[in-house]
């Protein structure tokens, strides 16, 4: 093993170390606990910047290793992990920072950053992996980290209640996760993505196999990039604190299910059917969630739909264009996480300096107070919302064009475009414009220093991401068959943002009333109601079952007990009926024997 | 009519079947007790029977079963001193002799 | 005398000396560590194949004698019976009727576990097994809690049947052999194995897996369990549930699967739709459960439907996994138990609607509560996890490869993957209820539990987590066995 | 020194033993007799002893020796020495059990008139070793009675207390009605083959009912014959439906009469029963019915002994259900004997050895607890675990070996009666023996759960003799040692029989 080597090992148990340092040693003193995670996640960000600069490199160690089924633990550093390693420790390391001063009060503040280097360990792992099995093992300790984050404040019922809801809706996503590993791994003998790209020959020779497994590994994504039906939880998510928002619920792990995606394109590429059904649901999930969030009123749940809504693009890109180098998907991912984190992390500003008040209706005038927040906060809603010369725009391009062949996903992704436009445009004019609609909203200030520099930070690379770096996710260049696309994206941004203008400029409260999207299209009901009559019924009935089971054992019990009884009844005390016992015995031995 | 094996075989076994009635029926112990030897008496009566009835290839009869009835008559003898010393102890300890009387130990 | 004489041995001649009047929990945690070094050292000085082997002649015209050795599979199982123990016996608050009497008897299943595992002879094997049936009885009657009684003598009842139904299916097994080769060295009869008639095998594989069913509670015969672990003493509730279960299991792979191929195929759709009630159907009844200990009862019941799995698939991968999976379960659920006694004693009742916001109050309680619940759920890091995955990928591949047309076994995979979500809901809803929240008003003085039940579920988690994060470590000891035994 | 002793020698030994007991309860001047008691145990154990010196008996045996009637084979010597040592235990259960029989028979002073209950039981040994070698029908009734009439007057010999005289009564009735359908049965037999010896009876069978054989047509005749034999014999090990004696004789009863009762009545029944149905089996023309009858016995047998002990409170009476429970097992055995011969024999055999054994201990230990709990209930034994923790572990091992746990000798015999029941494939027996099983566990522990459970309602300790202690902890041993290592009795066994029944 060289030194370049040791450099992706590096990456991924630094924070590993850390972690287990933090929460072992450090539990008690919560200073250094942040200082030690943050400084940590500073070092994956130098080994993430080396490694950007290595050649692709492959390492493993045996973890499972017999006859028939080997499962390696390996690093394989390529073109697509070492972008996105660049993407988490970087975004990571901002977050740690804003997150040293974010949870400065918070009680449990060494726990808060263990559980972080954890989940970086986990994200990382992710990236890294080399196969799908140990990409399944990183993808479940996402989602405790995920789980444990999610639920820091866990005496909030709500918040432990959320955390639940995302660990469940993950599972059940990685029930075919799981099973799609099994149907590939059974058919083509490994679960390494080199050994499946080997074995692709194998793979063809069944299509509707194929397509089955390439859509259950899909589920997973479903489950970890919240795609439609899969996708309540992540607005849920959102009760736990922002920056961990920021890092897991917009930027990284949610667009874990996109990457792992873009690991399998080669399989994807295989099956244009299952490639067309992924489509789908990416422009299903985007259009619901961008429905979903014209009509929230936390900010926080506004960017969560919004989080939905583009990794809905993410995923319908993929499935219009699965290119192993990430395509228009893994560019607009890593566009997304730079302005959404910024998104988040800007809220999580204002939330910070408002006290906790989350309702945008209870804000308004802030970017009188709050400068450098409300001036990066609309840099990131430019680069969401599309426009021009912007990050966001020339990814949601990329898209476009790349749905331009087909028409009805085209309309859908141009719609949820105008939609984006309208609602972050929404967000913005209410937050941050108009006059101060609370006590609280007059009090806003900026946050010091280590929250607003990855502000800024990002929202430079809000602006500049975009630059002149499609050409490294594209595995080969097409020529821009048509500027239509391009053309339609620009109206989309400047329809949405002016109707949002002229409807909410200057109104105190909500204008438009959709009570369809304000309750998210009733899905939770609806869940909550399946759940209910399905499950619960169930189990309801099954308990009934065994407690029948239970009855019926205790009743043989009391059956023999009560045959015992009875033929104790036998046992009269008179030896004359003794012996008309016995002699009934003869008789009826006798006549067994002679006459039958 | 020449008496055959059948007919010693047919009044032992009346005998062993009245022995057993009287087992069933009769409330006395003593009698009942008296009725238990009819039904020795009867598996002699038709021991002797075989015996007389086997003879064996010296043209005398099969010894075997007369030793037997012998021992059961001595056996027999035996019970009935027993028995009848049990019984006479009963008697004084409960002052009866009848099966029905004597039912505490059940179930 | 070899080093495994004395981790069988110690136990029970512990256990004699404290009913005779040896300062109980003293002696009972020195024997239970020392029993624990023994084995690692046992384990650190094995070398493959059959060893540590001594013999003593029984009956020799039966082929019968008290044989004591062991494999890599037998190894891990001593390992699993000697951390439990330690645990068990750590965990024990204060006693107060009649203390000699319950740590002997806590010994003395440990003894029983311990010694069937280290028995090459099928009939002590079986023997030794037993040898627990009485003290559990007493365990659960006299220290026991709410329906203590009626579940003593369910469970005593119950199993004792099942082990006459075991004994009738050793029996078969043992006259299946032509007179002369009979033997009861199951090392010899796995070699003997051809002469079995195929005809006759699936006769005696349903004997065996009803009665090695009972042992497991396999569903339908699964319902003196929840009610027993929910009413026994800590340790016992540990020991059983998470060693003297994996009995019925590692009989199974030691004797039904290597001897009785054939019957095995016989009885296999019967077998899956079993297993598969286990996995989804207990899952339900798991759900519905109200109260801590009697969900954990079922949980227990419902895992076993994986290392049935396991089993079911026939193949290395399959059994390794469920051999891997018997440790990672008994460890977890011994975990579990060990808490949910500590909670039991300082709480007034163990529904889920008296508990809550435990975590604010016992930090470590609510993190190890976690790791343990998480574990059981097959989160990865633990044993648990990788030896469920070895299941599955086992199982799936004993059916067809590349086609959508699954067979049973197939089909009972997908099931029990869905048991993995199903698992989920019950442990995720009861920790959030008990441990998340705000602290409830009757655990207002909750605190953490003393350094003793801190440290065993360390040690248990400990365990847990090397064969999750390393699993060659127990992989290298089971996998060659398992080879060896199915013949590979 | 070896094998210079006659086997016959034992038996004459044990008869005179009987004599000068008896002449000792005429002539002695003390009223204690404790001691008389004591010698015979000695004696008892000591021609154990040499029991492992007789001689085999003459290759060729002249006609009209004693051989004709008599055999010695390693089983005979078995049960030989099982009568010995049970009589010997039964005698250590007597002098426990003294000071309640001084009570309940006539008599001012303690201890007088009590020589003749330790004589009878050594004549009744004599009698069940006679009946051990018994390989004539003749020799196997007398035995039979010498036992029998020894037990009506033992069962009876309280004769100031009612239960006792009436169980004797009671015994005395049914007992000699079976008798009558012994005889009865033998005369059949007899008439049918001519013989009364064992060996000669069957070649006569199997030739007269071979194809073309005299007999021919008879088979119900012989079927009568046999089935009064098996009745009569069903009584004597309390096989249902002929078993109802049992429960209030034993319960009637002295304690130590009961024990002798349920071990060496039930032995003596067995081992005639095996010897005689070596002979009916040897018969095709009848086996099959033979084997059903066994069947059909076994299972009612199984299952009124198992459900009828469940809810018993009195500790005697639900001994004696269990000891019904036990028969059945045994006559699974039975039933496999034909199909395996051996294996059967062996079964049974070790079942009994253990069955004398847990059975004899847990009636040692009842004796000693009711004596001071004054009762016999199973409440009477509450918190025996506090009062007298050696007692409640030893009717711990024995509950546990008479449940059949196994490392117990009740379990190895368990284990070799459903083995032969495999082996005969009467999986019907199988079943109905695991449902018995299952009971069994249910009544015997309820006297763990009394013991360990249950606080003591009376709190007083309760007090081991010495005498009683060694035999207590002896027997403890020995059950362990049975079911952990059977090599010994095995060894014994697994010599083929050599006497003329034996199959050839």
Known sequence: M????????????????????????????????????TMS?????????????????????????????????????????????????????????????????????????GHLSLFMFSMLGIVLADNFAMMFIFWELVGVSSYLLIGHWFTRDAAGKAANKAFMMNRIGDFGFMLGILMLWSTAGTVTFKGLEAATGTLTTNPMFLTAAILLVFCGAMGKSAQFPLHTWLPDAMEGPTPVSALIHAATMVAAGVFMLARIAFLIGLSPAAALIIAWIGAITSILAALMATQQDDIKRILAYSTLSQLGYMVMAIGLAPDPNGGPAMFHLFTHAFFKALLFLGAGAVIHALHHEQNIWKMG???????????????????????????????????????????????????TAFLTAFYMT?????????????????????????????????????????????????????????????????????????????????????????????????????????????????????????????????????????????????????????SFVFGLGVVWLIWFVVFK | MTLTLNHYLLVSGLLFSIGFAGVLLRRNIIIIFMCLELMLNAANLSLVAFSRFNVGADGLPNFNAQVLTFFIITVAAAEVAVGLAIIVALYRARQTTHVEDITTLKF | ????????????????????????????????????????????????????????????????????????????????????????????????????????????????????????????????????????????????????????WKITIYLAVGSMILLVGLAKLYLAFPEGARTFDMIEMTKARHLIPAAEQGGIYIWLLVGFGVLISLFPFHSWAAPAYAAAPTPAAMLHAGVLKKFGLYGLIRIAVPMLPEGAKVWMNLLLVLLVANILYIGLVTIAQKKLDWMLGYSSVMHMGYIFLGIAAGNAIGITGASLLMLGHGLSIAALFAMCGYLRQTSPSLAFTSLGGIAKKAPFLGYAFGMAAFASIGLPGFANFASEAMVFFGAFKAGPAATLDFSSIQIATVCGLWGVVISAVYMLRAYRQIFQGEPQANVATFKDPACSVKWSVILLLAALMVGGLWPKSMLNFIQPSVEALIGK | MQQIIPAITLEIAVLILGLLM???????????????????????????????????????????????????????????????????????????????????????????????????????????????????????????????????????????????????????????????????????????????????VRATLVAGFAAGGPLVGNEHALLFGIMLVLIALGFKIAAAPFQLWVPDVYQGAPTPVTAFLSVGSKAAGFIVLVRVLEVFLAVPAVRGKVIAVLVLLAILTLLYGNLTAMPQDNLKRLFAYSSIAHAGYLLIACAALSADPFGAKEAISFYLAGYLVMTLLSFLVLITVARQSRGDDIRHFAGLGKRNPFLAFAMTVAIASLAGIPLTAGFLGKFLVFKSAVAAGQYALIAVGILGVGAGFYYYIKVIAAMYWDEPTDKTEITVGPLTRLFVGGLVALVFVLGIWPAPILNQLSERPISAVAHK
């Open chain 1, 2 to 37: 060289n030194n370049n080597d040791i450099i992706p090992w590096f990456i991924l148990l630094n924070p590993l170390i850390t972690a287990v340092l933090i929460l072992f040693v450090f539990r008690k003193n919560h200073g250094t606990a942040a200082t030690v995670s």
């Open chain 1, 426 to 578: 929404r967000l913005y004019i209410v937050a941050f414009t108009g006059k101060e609609r609370s006590e609280a909203a007059h009090h806003g200030h900026d946050c010091p220093a280590p929250m607003t520099i990855p502000l800024v930070i990002l929202a430079i690379l809000a602006v500049c991401a975009g630059w002149k770096t499609e050409s490294y996710f594209m595995s080969h260049h097409a020529e821009h068959a048509s500027h239509i696309p391009m053309l339609l994206a620009i109206c989309a941004f400047m329809f949405g943002t002016f109707a949002a203008m002229t409807l909410y400029k200057g109104k105190d409260k909500e204008p438009l009333s959709l009570p369809l999207f304000r309750n998210k299209f009733y899905l939770d009901e609806i869940y909550g109601a399946i759940v209910a009559g399905t499950q619960d019924v169930l189990a309801y009935i099954a308990a009934k079952i065994d407690s029948l089971i239970s009855g019926i054992v205790r009743l043989a019990g009391m059956a023999a007990w009560g045959v015992g009884f009875l033929f104790r009844l036998l046992q009269f005390g008179n030896v004359q009926g003794y």
């Open chain 4, 22 to 200: 008896l002449f000792a309860e005429a002539f002695s001047k003390t009223a204690d007799r404790s001691h008389m008691a004591r010698y015979a145990i000695a004696v008892l154990l000591a021609l154990i002893g040499f029991s492992f010196f007789t001689t085999p008996p003459p290759a060729n045996p002249a006609p009209g020796s004693m051989w004709d009637f008599y055999a010695v084979d390693a089983t005979a010597m078995f049960f030989k020495r099982i009568a010995l040592a049970t009589t010997a235990i039964v005698l250590v259960m007597a002098l426990e059990y003294r000071s309640v029989l001084s009570k309940f028979i006539p008599g001012t002073e303690e201890g007088r008139g009590t020589g003749e209950f330790y004589s009878l039981p050594v004549f009744i040994c004599a009698g069940l070793m006679f009946m051990a070698s018994a390989v004539d029908f003749i020799l196997i009734f007398v035995a039979l009675e010498l036992v029998t009439i020894g037990f009506y007057v033992l069962v009876a010999y309280m004769r100031k207390h009612a239960q006792s005289l009436e169980a004797g009564v009671k015994y005395l009735i049914l007992g000699a009605l079976s008798t009558g359908f012994l005889v009865y049965g033998i005369t059949w037999i007899f008439g049918l083959s001519g013989h009364t010896h064992l060996d000669k």
């Open chain 1, 365 to 415: 005038g802030l970017s009188k107070h709050m400068r450098v927040t409300s001036i990066t906060f609309l840099i990131g809603t430019l680069a969401l919302t599309g426009c021009p010369g912007l990050a966001g725009f020339f990814s949601k391009d990329a898209i476009l064009l790349a749905a331009w062949s087909n028409k009805p996903l085209f309309f859908i992704a141009w719609s």
């Open chain 3, 1 to 152: 005398m070899t080093v495994l004489n004395f981790i069988v041995l110690l136990p029970i001649l512990n256990a004699i000396a404290i009913a005779c009047g040896a300062p109980a929990r003293k002696s009972a945690l020195l024997s239970a560590w020392t029993q624990l070094a023994l084995t690692i050292v046992a384990m650190v000085g094995y070398r493959g194949g059959f060893a540590y082997g001594s013999t003593w002649a029984v009956a020799p015209e039966w082929g019968l004698n008290l044989t004591f050795g062991v494999d890599g599979l037998a190894l891990v199982m001593l390992l699993l019976t000697a951390i439990v123990t330690v645990a068990a016996v750590w965990v024990t608050p204060k006693i107060e009727k009649r203390e000699n009497l319950f740590y002997a008897c806590v010994l003395l299943i440990s003894g029983g576990a311990a010694g069937a595992f280290a028995s090459v002879d099928m009939f002590f094997f079986y023997a030794f097994h037993e040898l627990a049936l009485i003290p559990t009885f007493l365990l659960i009657g006299i220290w026991g809690q709410g329906e203590r009684q009626v579940a003593a």
């Open chain 1, 41 to 113: 996640a500073f070092f994956g960000l130098v080994g993430s910047l080396c490694a950007f600069t290595l050649a692709p490199t492959h390492t493993f160690v045996r973890w499972i290793d017999m006859p028939g089924l080997q499962i390696p633990i390996g690093v394989q550093l390529d073109h697509l992990s070492q972008l996105m390693l660049l993407v988490v420790t970087g975004i990571g390391f901002l977050v740690h920072l804003y997150s040293t001063v974010y949870m400065e009060h918070d009680e449990s503040k060494s726990r808060f950053f």
